[in-house]
């Protein structure tokens, strides 16, 4: 039986990945749902080659254009965040890959979960705005969440056959990005342009930023609390600058386990799609003699302060991440749109953690609520 696949966010950097692996491999999936927010051309493109029978473009002014493209060839056209909501619940759809960027994938994907989808989860920032919520919810649901970052689908695979066995704890490696070993004076100065050349992956602008500050392995951190059922104190990170050790995980008899690959989102967005099966294909394999020297290092969380501020907002519990987590979306705006430096981000975070009421057990309105909160805080700091 073919997996049916609704691709959230089909036009961007993972989504386009993900219609690469799907088209690779037509005896095991095919497209149900395509949907993107502003890129209509790209949708309509997508659209004409994979035929899926709905797409959802989310600017509402778009659809007339989308329609006219699409209703000749039986492909029914919505628009609108409502739509989104209520197309991921479709009978039809098997799994839902979630890779739209930021809070936006936090209805939509617990829309899903309730309709009793399966999730390959790369929209990371929904786990780190409610963890709790999403994954007592998929449990109630009996919905599995399979990881498409490249760091927990490791983790993933390292845990397969290990059902019964406490994990002791894991690591997390992250690249250190376009900065590594910078201090800050020289953060102070970096421009938009810099931070945009990451050294290993080439992903969506907002992804990259948070590379560059940390805040990407900081959001993964929560982001792996919630996936694999963690107290806080089983989470390490390590810096790892070549990017082939993809993460590792360590067992109570002290034995580690790691997956490696070269650095290629297509390997783990292929393993959330095809679990428990692995399919074969043509991805470029690692090979030891072209890295002779893999090395490990430790964070710098005194210059990259983005990854202790997440860590905090992890050990408060409640809304915080939730704050971060937005206080973060609007930074990372911010210094793309050039409006403030890249320390200035985590000065915005912080003073956001400082600043936003804290709320011990929120229930979705009160993640929304907070998001909406830090979002008018941060603006207020950006303006003067
Ligand atoms: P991109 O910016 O490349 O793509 C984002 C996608 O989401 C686009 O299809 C975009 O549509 C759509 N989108 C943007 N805003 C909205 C909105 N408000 N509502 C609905 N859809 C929206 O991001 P990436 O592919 O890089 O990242 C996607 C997610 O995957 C992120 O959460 C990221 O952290 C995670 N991830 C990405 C990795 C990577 O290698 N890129 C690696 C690991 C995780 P449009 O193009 O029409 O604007
Ligand atoms: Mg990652």
Known sequence: MKKRIAVLGSTGSIGTQALEVIQAHPEAFEVEVLTAHNNADLLITQALAVKPNVVVIGQETLYDKVFEALDAHN????????????????????????????????????????????????????????????????????????????????????LVGEFHNPIEKIILTASGGPFRGKGQQFLSTVTREQALKHPNWDMGAKITIDSASLMNKGLEVIEAKWLFHLQNQQIDVVVHPQSIVHSLVQFQDGSLKAQLGLPDMKLPIQYALSYPHRLKNSFPRFNFVDYPQLTFEKPDVETFRNLALAFAA??????????????????????????VGFLQMSDIIESCLAKVAYIAHPALTDYMATDQETRRVAQEMIKF
């Open 75 to 158: 492909i029914k056209v919505y628009a609108g965040k409502n739509a989104l909501n209520s197309v991921v619940q479709m009978d039809t759809i098997d799994v839902v890959l979630t890779a739209m960027v930021g809070y936006s994938g936090l209805e939509p994907t617990i829309k899903a979960i309730e309709a009793g989808k399966n999730i390959a989860l790369a929209n990371k920032e929904t786990l780190v705005v409610a963890g709790q919520l999403i994954t007592d919810l998929a449990r109630a649901k009996g919905v599995n969440i399979y990881p498409v970052d490249s760091e927990h689908s490791a983790i993933f695979q390292c």
């Open 314 to 339: 992890m050990e408060q519990g409640g809304n915080a991440a939730c704050v971060l987590n937005a206080a973060n979306e609007v930074a990372v705006q911010a210094f793309l749109e050039k409006k």
